[in-house]
Every structure is written in C-alpha cells, then in structure tokens.
C-alpha cells in the first residue's frame, strides 16, 4: 500500500472509531478528538503500562478521597479517564436504561475538581 494510502486509511481510523464501555452506572461512548494528542498518550502509557495504570487508579482515588467523597466509582474513574486522556478524547455518558448520551468534562467549580455533562446548544 502506498504511503499517502497508509495515511489516509489512519486518518480515516481516527475520524471515524469509537469504543463504547458498558457499566452498572451507565454507558460510555469514547471518541478521538485530536490523534496528535492521542499518540502522544499512547506512547506515554506503552512506555510504562503499571504507571500509567497506577496514575489512573490514584487520580480515581484521590478525585473521591479528597474533592468528592460523594462521587461513585464510575464518576471517580471517569475523571481520572478525563485527567490523563481529555485532550484527546471526547467521552459521552447515557445514564443506565437511557440511550441518551451527553458530553462530559472534567473541570472546576470554585477550584474543585469535578465531573460535568457539556450543554450542547439545541
């Protein structure tokens, strides 16, 4: 295959793929927002896999120890989601039941980390 063939077919990959994550807590839908970004995550995590793992599951923990010892763990591991690959992937979340699926961010509210749907215009 020629090399601007290889290009396109990536760049069509990245346009078009998504990865949906059941749960108890809801359905997830993730989608590439910027491949620059997304690459340079891949490469960070495929140089060590147990740290990176371990950054995830700390940054869950300490979103629920110490900013919001309300939230459930899908909220906490979606922050942490949000926290290490935000630049790169847009996440949408449909509550249990639903088929309705928003937007989410990770942000602040009065310097608090925390976990909210994107108003879309309609």
Not at 19 to 25: A, Y
Not at 53 to 77: S, V
């Amino acid at each position: 295959m020629p090399p601007y063939e290889l290009e396109s077919s990536i760049g069509f990959y990245y346009d078009n793929v998504s990865v949906t994550i059941v749960t108890k807590s809801g359905t997830y839908v993730a989608t590439i927002k910027n491949s620059i970004e997304y690459n340079k995550s891949f490469r960070e995590y495929s140089k060590n896999r147990e740290a990176y793992r371990d950054q995830y599951r700390a940054l869950a923990g300490t979103y629920r120890e110490e900013f919001n010892i309300n939230a459930t763990e899908g909220e906490a591991t979606m922050f942490a989601l949000l926290a290490q690959l935000g630049k790169s992937i847009n996440l949408y979340k449909a509550q249990p039941g639903s088929t309705e699926f928003k937007p989410v961010e990770a942000g602040t509210l009065n310097g608090t980390p925390i976990v909210r749907d994107i108003n879309c215009p309609q």
